[in-house]
């Protein structure tokens, strides 16, 4: 395993984590809506070579989509 490789028990573990986060600061949105934007965050920005800031920017990014669902 490389340094850019997350362990994947590690990285379900950051994603369920993201997901509790999320689904306490916004427990007017489903569950399953919740679970796919994090998946689909983590799946964009996995590619990135430094995966310290994965939960933050997973974060912001499933803030900005509830956003701008909100708005649409």
Same mark, same amino acid.
């Given at each position: 395993?490389?340094?850019?490789?997350?362990?994947? $028990?590690?990285?379900?573990?950051?994603?369920?984590?993201?997901?509790?986060?999320?689904?306490?600061?916004?427990?007017?949105?489903? $569950?399953?809506?919740?679970?796919?934007?994090?998946?689909?965050?983590?799946?964009?920005?996995?590619?990135?070579?430094?995966?310290?800031?994965?939960?933050?920017?997973?974060?912001?990014?499933?803030?900005?989509?509830?956003?701008?669902?909100?708005?649409?």
């Amino acid at each position: 395993m490389t340094s850019r490789q997350v362990p994947v $028990d590690a990285g379900d573990r950051e994603m369920a984590s993201t997901e509790s986060e999320l689904r306490h600061d916004h427990p007017e949105v489903a $569950d399953e809506v919740i679970h796919t934007l994090v998946r689909q965050a983590y799946s964009d920005l996995t590619p990135a070579r430094v995966h310290s800031f994965l939960p933050i920017l997973v974060v912001r990014d499933v803030q900005a989509r509830l956003r701008a669902e909100a708005i649409a």
